[in-house]
């Protein structure tokens, strides 16, 4: 595993995930009542201010902006309990959409870690090629330029096959964004959330959000869609309890029926240009939204 301290910031950005996968379906089961810690109420207002201010900071990009409608970051984050002055290790930020808000919010009180894949875990030349571009392009979004906003993040490289996101039992929360759907087809997915409770403080938080199918689907699915019941069982299979889930980025609009699986919504828009108005009012994909806690 590696640490380095993030250089200075460059105006390239990243291109939102390539890869995104749906939701799995509500269990059956019904979730524990919510076990979190919950912020004291002077606390929570102030969480609350913060990340307004940094919601609209201008350092976000637009086009990122332009996403909150779909993506919801401050109900979110707010869901997860996630403060100012935590450490919060967020996995495979790509092109740092939430790395935007998230270095910035914990800049002064906490601390964001960017776990990305080690280059050199992979086997295959276009895959080092394609980690090392990813993990260069998010080092230079979040180096140091404005220093008030990314001088204090840091960057964690991992090997999916054996990850590691820092040391035992140092981080308050670990955040996923549709990244599920490609740990089940490499088949990385148990060791990644067992690497997430590795990490994780006693009664630290795991969020998840992903992509979510109306039910289980074959192993072989490569439509990025994942069943709600499928990362529940992931994560308590990891040792984790679920505490709550949220419709927050719910899209009952999204059929889960198209031609090229979620990547044909926004924001990949793979589709025909005939069919572009027809995406765009269904906007981006139907999402789970849960909080597991790892047991104190």
Known sequence: MKRTLLAA??????????AESDPPAAATTPPPAAEAPVPAPDAAVDSAAELDRVLAGDWRTPEFAARDQYRHPKETLSFFGITPDMTVVEITPGGGWYAEILAPY????????????????????????????????????????PEAVYGRATMVEFDPAAPRFGEPGTADAVLTFRNVHNWLGNDTANGMFQGFFEVLKPGGVLGVVEHRAEQELPKDDESGYVAEATV??????????????????ANRDDTRDHPNGVWTLPPSNNHDEADAEKYAAIGESDRMTLRFVKPE
């Open 106 to 145: 914990l800049y002064e009180n906490g601390t964001y870690v960017a776990a990305v894949v080690d280059p050199a875990s992979q086997e295959e030349a276009d895959s080092r090629e394609y980690y090392a571009r990813a993990r260069d392009g998010l080092r230079e979004r979040l180096g140091g330029e």
């Open 9 to 18: 910031l460059l105006p390239a950005l990243f291109a939102a995930c390539a």
């Open 232 to 249: 529940i069982a992931l994560a308590e299979s990891a040792g984790f309890r679920l505490v709550d889930r949220s419709d927050i980025n």
